[in-house]
């Protein structure tokens, strides 16, 4: 683990003894499962079937149901093929209804369903293809689980990432249960995964390129533009959607185009680009009632190419989701894709490939599984925006002296350019003064004053000096808040 | 030497001119593949290096050489370490081993880069230093100075008729001699046929490291170095098929034996060899009009080399297949039965025998592009993504889909799967249900091979409606089936079969029952 030795040469100055040496590993374990013989596992949508079963769908089109992977200490795993042959496989949502795996692959929902009670499913029924495929092979479809509503949502990559050559690409649909599809979002640019939040709002990873400065998180409300016009042309086949919107401004900023476009929602989070990743992918939540650890309802997002799952706090200020990404765990062994949080165990289930994009895991695919050991990590849990700051808690009791202390924090706001060119620089930096950081009453909270907020900006805060009781130093003590809006109380 | 010098540094991989000192080359990236579609670059030291990096792929790359030994991967992987770094040099790492790089190329993007090549001749690693990229994304650059030439070249011809190459050491030579040159070569004196010749030398391994030895013979060849044979191809046959090996070499002199026999014919042989510091280079005065790019190890066809086997049970696939469309599901049935199935047009599409089809393309890199079938005798049923039912006025066209258009009276329902894994595709045509399936008798890839298809449709057929069994030029047998001429010839056998234009129909009916074979004698 290279970590400990990095955190250690920012953090520690006096004592070199604390709980922050830990790696993330002594607060999170990672277990990487075998994978059947004779496949390349490359574990694309993973979901949870009963009797404590789980579904894996991969990238060369098959479809695994896997037994003996949930048990707390794992030993053979046995793997029944379900399905193969699929166009890809990105979603996998079981209903218990139908008895039946929904899956999403490139061109289509099917319901698949095993009627003979073989393991091996018999029928492959298509729900909807109403979207349209051109050959390109970017142009991924990915799939949700069932919404609150029993919709299922469906991502649709531009083609080659760029355009939009066909119907719907760079549009987020749902597929009602009758099969009708609904044209929901536009300004998808090259999605990597969907989920909820514990209250079912709908999200998805988009990755940097063109009209993304870096990968996001962005939250799917319907009818809105999500910040890529590519697929703008498709308002057309879309009357349910309204007028197209107006044509963002090359260039420019999120924030500033808000003002002009009203459809547009800004991400919710910025995954800052290298920090945190550079590939997005899955999004899952935990709701495991405290399982899983500290951080009850807050999201999971992995990132294929630096093969680690960062966390994100979500809150809403006028109406519009925003909040904070921190780091959370590296180490998986290929570029994770695939993710569930299973939490009746308190455990989130990852897989992926490293195929076609490089993964700093190095495996050409793998599934593996993530557990809380126990042991509180001592990090920021919550960071919320205030008028004129943000107050952040912790997962432990800190220490009055450091976390009282200005100068244990420091900030850095930023943000990135709005434009049709690949990527941005982070740009436009301001350097706020934090000028009083106040210990909440309860010893676990700390109210920062900062001075000047920027709206629109990514604020970066480290808090490299401040210590938990016991004197230790935050295992990430960096968080990145997305300040879509300034709260007005 | 100028003249020589060009003669090292095409390689099969770039296009490479000299022009005085300077050499040119265009890297491009491959669009979907994480890679540079030229990873093999040679140049002469001190000279200038003058490369447009082209970069039609979806994602920013660069272009980075390092001195000869660096562990790119490594380097790059560092990075990771640090990427808050990383990312404000553009993900440039500051290792002083770092030759030469092109900024970070946008998408679309291209970017020159202009360096002196190194005066030390090696091999020099160039790389994609973005994220991720290094562990693929690589390639070398030679400096390469002259190659050595075999020293003390003597030979040994040996009179004898055989088909492959004898036992030598057990022979008597019938002549001998030496070869001042250094370069190999076959003296026929008067002897055109039935002989065979050792030739033995001493190789100089400037520095230690991988050789490569290229030979190629007409007839059997078979190359030695320090008494172990590396590399060989024996037997009766022209000097087509270049075969090479590999083999690490301590620096210093290492004992060269080339064995060759002559049966009847032409008489050629051909050996080269490459190293650390030197590009291939010829060791025999003849060398095929291919050498350079035989001579070079062959890179691995990346869309090759996954093929899907299937045995009791038919084998689906589905993804992009040349000839159905963007929807397409790719069936092998045991026999060697395949077909292809296009639920955009809900039409059989192909029809082909043997192999199924090659995965790699789809399994390999990104996984870009449309395959085509593995098999052969490749009928194309669907013709230009017709649909399967119309009705249609006598003299005009069988409709069908412009390429991204949908059938707007056609709905796809998907497949289910019998006991024996057989399927049975589904749509809807208005307001009709169809179903379709194929099942097999025989054995495909001989003659009594035979793939019947059941399509049943259930509902309001329309009057004059009409079921498409094939497209192309058909004639009839004379025995009620009919010949369908579309890519290959097919015999396709229907009750009320008949010539629509260039399609063979059926009128539509709650069940229509078709026979397809190949013709007897097809092959």
Known sequence: MKFSTALSAIVLCASALHAADLPESDYYKITTFDTPEGTALEVSAIELLPGDRLALGTRRGEIWT?????????????????????????????????????????????????????????????????????????????????????????????????????????????????????????????????????????????????????????????????GHPGGFKWYDKAPNMGPRPV???????????????????????????????????????????????PFEKQLFIADQSASNISRVFLEEVNGIKQGAVFPFLKGFKSGIIGGRMDDVHGQIFAGGSDRGWGSKGGKPFDFERVNWTGKVPFEVHEMHAKPDGFEVTFTEPVDRATAGNVASYSMREFTYIYRAEYGSPEVDDVIPKITAATVGADGKSVRLTISPLTKGHIHELHLDGVRSTSGGALVHPVGYYTLNEIPKT | MRTFLSLLLASIFTIATATAETFTFII??????????????????????????????????????????????????????????????????????????????????????????????????????????????????????????????????????????????????????????GLVEIKLDDYRNDFGVVYSAKVNAETAGDYTFAITGDDGVRLSIDGKKLVEHDGIHPAADIRAGKVKLAAGTHDFRLEYFQAAGEAEIFAAWSGPTFAMTPLSKWTPPNWKEGAQAKRKDPNSGMPLTVEKEPVIYRNFIVGAGDRGIAVGYPGGFNIAWNAETMALALVWRGAFIDAARHWTDRGGGAQPPLGYDVLNAGGESGLPLAVVADGSEWPRLAKGERATDFKWRGYTLDHGRFPTFSYDWNGVKVSDRFDVAGNGTTDSGKLTRTVKLDGAVPAGALFRLAAGAAQPTGDGAWIVENGTKMRVSADGAKLAGKSLVVPARSEIVVTYSWPTGAR
Not at chain 1, 114 to 142: I, K, L, M, N, Q
Not at chain 2, 33 to 41: K, N, P, S
Not at chain 2, 55 to 68: A, E, G, I, K
Not at chain 2, 105 to 117: D, H, Q, S, T
Request: charged residues 25%; glycine residues 10%; aromatic residues 10%.
């Open chain 1, 66 to 226: 896997v037994s003996g992977a949930e048990a707390a200490e794992p030993s053979a795993l046995k793997y029944q093929l379900f399905a193969a042959g699929q166009h890809e496989v990105m979603g996998l949502a079981y209903s218990k209804k139908d008895d039946s795996i929904f899956t999403t692959n490139r061109y289509e929902v099917a319901r698949l369903k095993d009627d003979d009670g073989d393991g091996r499913a018999d029928t492959f029924a298509t729900v909807s293809d109403g979207w349209g495929v051109s050959g390109d092979y970017h142009e991924y479809a990915f799939g949700s689980r069932f919404d609150k509503d029993g919709d299922l949502w469906v991502t649709l990559c531009l083609t080659g990432s760029f355009s939009s050559a066909i119907d719907f690409r760079g549009w987020a649909m749902r597929i009602k249960p009758d099969g009708t599809m609904v044209p929901t979002c536009s300004g998808v640019r090259s999605p990597g995964g969907i989920g909820f939040d514990a209250d079912g709002e709908v999200y998805f990873t988009d990755n940097q390129g063109p009209w993304r400065g870096a990968c996001t998180l962005q939250h799917l409300i319907p009818g809105t533009f999500q």
């Open chain 1, 247 to 293: 044509e963002p401004t090359d260039k420019s900023r999120m924030v500033t185009e808000r003002e002009r476009i009203k459809e547009l929602v800004p991400p919710a989070v910025y995954l800052v680009h290298a920090k945190i990743g550079n590939s997005s992918s899955f999004i899952v939540c935990d709701q495991s009632a405290g399982k899983f650890g």
């Open chain 2, 28 to 181: 491009k990236t491959l669009p979907a593949q994480m890679r540079y579609d030229t990873t093999e670059l040679t140049v002469t030291p001190g000279s200038e290096v003058k490369i447009a990096f082209e970069n039609p792929d979806d994602m920013p790359h660069n272009l980075l050489f390092f001195q000869p030994g660096t562990d790119v991967v490594a380097v790059c992987n560092a990075q990771l370490e640090k990427p808050e770094e990383a990312l404000k040099r553009d993900w440039i790492p500051t290792d002083p081993r770092l030759l030469a790089h092109t900024p970070l190329v946008n998408p679309k993007g291209r970017a020159e880069l202009a360096f002196r090549a190194p005066d030390a001749a090696g091999v020099y690693p160039f790389v994609c230093s973005m994220p991720g990229h290094a562990a693929i994304m690589q390639g070398r650059m030679r400096v390469s100075g002259a190659a050595p030439k075999l020293q003390d070249l003597k030979f040994a011809m040996y009179l004898g008729a055989w088909k492959t190459l004898p036992d030598f050491p057990t022979l008597k030579p019938f002549r001998e001699g030496e070869l001042k040159d």
